[in-house]
């Protein structure tokens, strides 16, 4: 690793779209430090990426329910790389199936603590890291376009990721002119077993631009405000328009 090098710290990064955004920062000749809860095993289209590429990578694991593993994530990086990273991408994710109706103190507990409190103590931690000279040093959270027409589907999660993303406008009048912070909101990317073919046809064609994001477009978007030296306090949605659009329920259920 050389000394002009960025590093980047994405969580989540050894599987799906935070993979997909570790593998574009890969290819923008990021090195990398990927995180993951029960391991940091780099899924098999990341690990050749990152062989091919040959950039400077570590895995780290971090239980982000466990206080004690939360603190130790960004000196265990700085120890392994010898530096503070440069971009901090907040992508790891706590996804449940809970309404009004449903959802209990633990779920909100649980998802507060990964999709909200989290990226706060990580970017203090961030934050505070010796480095020396000037940097471009950027926070990225992951958001999701739900936020702009909300529906009572993941109820906790969608409270936890309003507060990611009033967090975002705060740390970026914060940390400014020395840290930009920003975040990328997603639309449906990766589809799941829950998802039949024909229903992701009518999604896409259901879409103000007739399509769904490709995780490359999310990854994109990241890669773009990592290197955006004028822009801090923004969310880009990568959504095929969707945030213009009232769905009344989560995309699965439509």
């Known amino acids: 690793m050389t000394p002009a090098q960025p590093l980047a710290l994405v969580t989540g990064g050894h599987r799906r779209l935070g993979a997909r955004i570790a593998m574009r920062l890969a290819r923008a000749g990021y090195a ?16 050749g990426c990152l062989a091919e590429t040959g950039v400077p990578w570590a895995g780290f694991v971090a239980d982000f329910l466990d206080d004690a593993e939360v603190q130790g994530l960004m000196p265990a990086v700085i120890a392994q790389f010898g530096r503070a990273p440069d971009l901090l991408v907040n992508s790891a994710s706590l996804f449940g199936q809970d309404r009004l109706d449903t959802v209990t103190p633990s779920d909100l507990a ?41 529906h009572g589907d ?9 507060a990611l993303e009033g967090f975002t406008k705060i740390a970026a009048r914060e940390l400014a002119p020395h840290v930009r912070v920003n975040a990328v909101a997603p639309g ?11 229903q992701v046809d009518r999604l896409a064609a259901s879409m103000p631009l007739g399509r769904l994001p490709g ?14 030296a004028a822009v801090t306090g923004q969310t880009v949605y990568v959504d095929g328009g969707a945030h213009m659009r009232s769905f009344a329920r989560d995309f699965m259920h439509l």
Do not use: M
């Not at 990398?32 to 690990?47: C, K, N, Q, T, Y």
């Not at 993941?154 to 309003?162: M, P, R």
């Open 154 to 162: 993941q109820l906790a999660y969608t409270l936890a990721k309003y």
């Open 32 to 47: 990398l430090a990927i995180h993951g809860r029960h391991d940091a095993e780099p899924h098999p289209f990341l690990a």
């Open 188 to 198: 449906l990317t990766l589809v799941t077993e829950d998802y039949a073919e024909a």
């Open 215 to 228: 995780t490359e477009d999310v990854a994109d978007a990241v890669l773009y405000l990592a290197g955006a």
């Open 110 to 150: 649980d998802h507060f603590a990964v999709n909200a409190s989290v990226p706060v103590l990580l970017t203090q931690a961030f934050v505070k890291a010796d480095r020396s000279g000037p940097a471009n040093v950027s926070v990225v959270n992951i958001l999701d376009q739900r936020l702009a027409q909300p």
